[in-house]
């Protein structure tokens, strides 16, 4: 390999990026087995001099944060089935057949994304308070999974506008039906494409705090980012060390899910671009 | 195998008419060919028959059963695409068997049936294969082969020939022939190439932009051509065309173009009338005239630009008082620069167009 002036920058600066993104994580992380009283020292120690486990543990016992966990892991969930059982008739439609006004609806669909959360919370409050949906995370499943559909139906008609519509017909003339065609040569080609917009809505989902703040109320009807955020404030004040320790508790599922379908993922996020 | 008939069929996209008015049938057990430049709306029609696409207007008829309104499992055709249409995440074996598992044949039925026609395509080493591993050749005998197996009532192949490099053309072409005569087949077959059609086919349609413009069998559309647009369409190397003017005297008929005068014969007098006619010679049908013979007559005096030999043939690029011609030499003529030669045309090979109709009016 030749080594040149611009190779050497190149890797600096990926060097310094990469040290840029990693230094709030790993200054999150060390935090959490730091003692209150460590972490307001100035400057900053970037080695916990106090070395201490225990936040790991009282978390999980100060508060219902298995409740938490529960909940986000539902809500997550049912809001990715829901987004992709939704977005994926759409998504195929949009891309397959010719209407009047085509780009027009997925622009308005679209839209939808660009709305404000906080414009329509209080109505849904009002409404999920009147069908006795409020605090549980069925609701809060429904409602991401309603406001994530727009993402999925742009991400997946890119990639089954990817497909040749000639394999479907060719599917159909050898005695398939259009849905067989879709379910059988479609669906497992644009497979990358569904991982990767499933990961994004599941992540979106898990991270979700506006709605969540609002539409739970008791303790154990809360999910991991409005639980998390209890520890500021209240009578112990700023728990920053059980702040970082939840935290990372909370992303550990979904950096292993990226890291568990990364290839897909690589492809997926690329796919959609290079023609 | 079945008969095809087409009644009337148009369609449009948009404001554009990619089929206008279109009627002709396909004999049971024939080869015919729908010969069209690009965009001409060979693919819309293939479509059209397959079920894939919904005329605007006209039916469509097999063995008299109307089939304009049956989706495309029910109609058993098969139809070979110009891009192959594997499905890359199959074996070739699962390809191939795709229409046959449609029909719910048991998989003992299916296993003996592609074993067969893989050993008529040569391509039984392939069946462990996934599409993107197969070369175009390959590719294209799957897709064949996927067709084949299906029995169909008719078989359409969309330019099957168009991705392949022309050696392997050449191949498939003798295969298609193989392959037609052993089926008994009824087969449509839409190509941009005049060989093709001319190689091929019992019948052969000139499509062009969205219209029929000429049918019959393949030489004698080749030949005697009704419109100038099938006389470009089909004729390779593209066929030549001359501004001429059309002059009576005395009885004499000359045709007068800017590099010789041909007489025509005299019953001309009363078929044409003078004016201006676009003469069309196709490349063929001038020759280079070595020796001189003073019996020969429309001889005319050409530049000689360039050359080139493909195979045991020449194509030679002459310009003659202003005028381009292409000639299509049977034999391999290797000159090194540019030089004057004769040329001698054809008399009994031209065509006359009219200038305004495009219609043929001689002979």
Redesign the interface.
């Known amino acids: 390999m030749k080594i040149n002036g611009w190779k050497i920058a190149t890797v600096i600066a990926f060097i310094l990026l990469t040290i840029w993104t990693l230094i709030p994580i790993y200054y999150s992380f060390i935090t959490a087995f730091k003692s209150r009283i460590e972490i307001t020292y100035w400057p900053p120690t970037l080695i916990p001099k106090e070395f201490t486990m225990q936040y790991w543990f009282i978390i999980w016992f100060d508060r219902p944060t298995i409740a938490y966990y529960r909940n986000t892991v539902i809500a997550s969930l049912i809001s990715t089935l829901i987004a992709l059982a939704f977005s994926m008739p759409t998504a195929y439609t949009c891309a397959r057949f010719n209407f009047k006004n085509r780009s027009d609806v997925l622009f308005t669909i679209l839209t939808f994304r660009f709305l404000p959360p906080a414009a329509v919370v209080l109505p849904i409050y009002v409404f999920l308070r009147q069908l006795a949906l409020i605090d549980t995370p069925i609701s809060l499943g429904l409602i991401y999974g309603a406001i994530n559909i727009p993402i999925g139906v742009w991400v997946l008609r890119s990639y089954i506008i990817e497909i040749p519509p000639e394999l479907e017909e060719s599917y159909m003339i050898d005695g398939y039906s259009r849905l067989r065609a879709f379910l059988n040569i479609t669906l497992p080609l644009i497979r990358p494409g569904l991982v990767a917009v499933s990961l994004i809505i599941l992540a979106l989902s898990w991270g979700e705090f506006l709605f969540a703040s609002i539409l739970t109320t008791s303790p154990a009807g809360k999910t991991l980012p409005v639980g998390i955020s209890e520890y500021m404030g209240g009578e112990w004040g700023y728990e920053w060390n059980k702040i970082m320790a939840a935290t990372f508790y909370a992303i550990i599922p979904i950096i292993i899910a990226f890291i568990a379908i990364r290839k897909h993922l690589a492809r997926g996020l690329t796919f959609g671009i290079v023609r | 195998m079945a008969k095809l008939r087409v009644e009337k069929v148009s369609k449009k996209f948009g404001p554009k008419k990619v089929l206008e008015d279109i009627s002709f049938e396909v004999e049971e057990g024939s080869f015919t060919t729908l010969l069209g430049p690009p965009s001409a709306g060979k693919t819309t029609l293939l ?1 059209i028959i ?3 696409e919904h005329p605007d207007k006209g039916r469509i008829f097999l063995d008299d059963e109307d089939i304009t309104d049956l ?3 029910d ?5 070979v ?1 110009q ?1 192959f ?1 594997l ?3 199959m074996k070739v074996y699962d390809n191939i068997a ?2 046959l598992k ?2 719910k044949l048991p998989p003992d039925e299916i296993r003996k049936k592609i074993e067969e026609i893989s050993e008529f395509l040569n391509i039984h080493h392939l069946l462990d294969r996934y599409p993107r591993e197969l070369s175009g050749g390959e590719k294209q005998r799957v897709a064949i082969a ?1 067709a084949m197996v ?1 029995e169909a009532r008719i078989y359409l192949f969309d330019e099957p020939l168009t991705n392949l490099d022309y050696k392997l053309r050449e191949a498939a072409r003798t295969e298609l022939k193989r392959m037609s005569k052993a089926l008994k087949a009824t087969i449509l077959y839409a190509t941009p190439d005049p060989i093709d059609a001319l190689a091929l086919s019992d019948k052969v349609h000139i499509l062009f932009e969205g219209k029929l413009l000429q049918s019959g069998a393949p030489r004698e559309v080749h030949d005697l051509p009704n419109n100038l647009n099938v006389a470009r369409v089909f004729s390779y190397p593209t066929i030549n065309l001359i501004d001429a003017d059309l002059e009576m005297k005395n009885g004499k008929v000359t045709l007068k173009t800017p590099f010789v005068s041909i007489d025509l014969p005299t019953y001309c007098t009363s078929t044409l009338a003078e004016g201006r006619y676009l003469l069309a010679i196709r490349p063929h049908d001038l020759h280079i005239v070595f020796e001189e013979d003073r019996s020969l007559t429309n001889v005319f005096k050409a530049r000689l630009l360039l050359t080139y030999i493909i195979g045991s043939e020449t194509i030679a690029h002459v310009e003659a008082n202003g005028v381009r011609l292409t000639l299509h030499l049977p034999y391999i003529y290797r000159v090194g620069e540019v030089r004057d030669v004769k040329v001698f045309i054809d008399a009994n090979r031209i065509l006359l167009f009219d200038a305004n109709t495009m219609e043929r009016v001689y002979p």
């Not at chain 2, 109609?75 to 139809?79: H, P, S, T, Y």
């Open positions: 479509r397959a079920g894939v989706p495309p499992k109609r058993n055709v098969a139809l695409y891009t249409a499905y890359p995440h795709s229409p449609a029909r996927r299906k």
